[in-house]
């Protein structure tokens, strides 16, 4: 059964730090791992797809890897704002159908 | 464009009543999804419809649940006799390409809260 972890489960920066959040996961055939943004009472919002043949993905400050054999993924915000804070979720799709099986996310703070 | 939509945003029931849960997908998204997101267990998937197949309930946690999506568009999630564990965020999603090549969008959500 594919688990997804993330680690920390919280984490309260000053503006203007690099950050990295942490994601693993125990069965390495996926299809692709995500990386969602979510906003308090808000959906998700896509961030970052990663496919099973890529090892990173970058968007703006954004920057993701995978590393499939060892289950890992991270991800990196450069010069994080106070916009930044919402609760970034990593998911594995495992499956043709693609189902997303998520982790339980990072809350992140960035403090002015 | 329009994005995914998903009525009522709020709903209060009480123990006991059947309840239905609405989403619109974007136009032209083929694939559908319902999760579930309750404080405990996080975001976990509760069923699929891709075009005309028979859709994969495979994450429905009883059969008080149940789904349909009529004419490849709108889809309704209907909670039988409701519990207080019922009580969750419920999302829906939609796809247009590839399960491994494009992304989900998601809705904002439907709050559940069982008295």
């Known amino acids: 059964k594919q688990e997804v972890t993330q680690i920390p489960a919280a984490l309260s920066v000053p503006e203007g730090e690099n950050l990295v959040l942490n994601c693993s996961f125990t069965d390495s055939a996926i299809y692709n791992l995500q990386w969602f943004r979510q906003d308090p009472g808000k959906g998700l919002t896509s961030l970052l797809l990663i496919q099973s043949s890529q090892r990173e993905q970058t968007s703006g400050r954004l920057n993701a890897s995978l590393d499939k054999s060892s289950g890992r993924s991270t991800l990196y915000i450069a010069a994080s704002q106070p916009g930044d804070s919402a609760t970034y979720l990593c998911a594995v799709v495992r499956g043709s159908q693609g189902n997303l099986i998520f982790g339980k996310g990072t809350k992140l703070s960035v403090k002015p | 464009g329009a994005g995914v939509s998903q009525s009522p945003s709020n709903k209060v029931t009480e123990k006991g009543k059947d309840v239905e849960l609405r989403c619109d997908p974007i136009?032209?998204?083929?694939?559908l999804y319902w999760y579930r997101q309750s404080l405990g267990q996080g975001l976990e998937f509760l069923i699929y419809f891709q075009g005309n197949s028979a859709p994969d309930k495979s994450g429905l946690p009883s059969d008080r649940f149940s789904a349909e999506r009529t004419g490849g568009s709108v889809s309704t999630l209907t909670i039988q006799r409701t519990q207080q564990e019922d009580s969750a965020v419920y999302l829906c999603?939609?796809?247009?390409?590839?399960?491994?090549?494009?992304?989900?969008?998601f809705g904002p959500g439907t709050r559940l809260t069982v008295l």
């Open positions: 136009s032209g998204h083929t694939a």
């Open positions: 999603a939609s796809r247009y390409g590839g399960a491994g090549t494009d992304t989900q969008y």
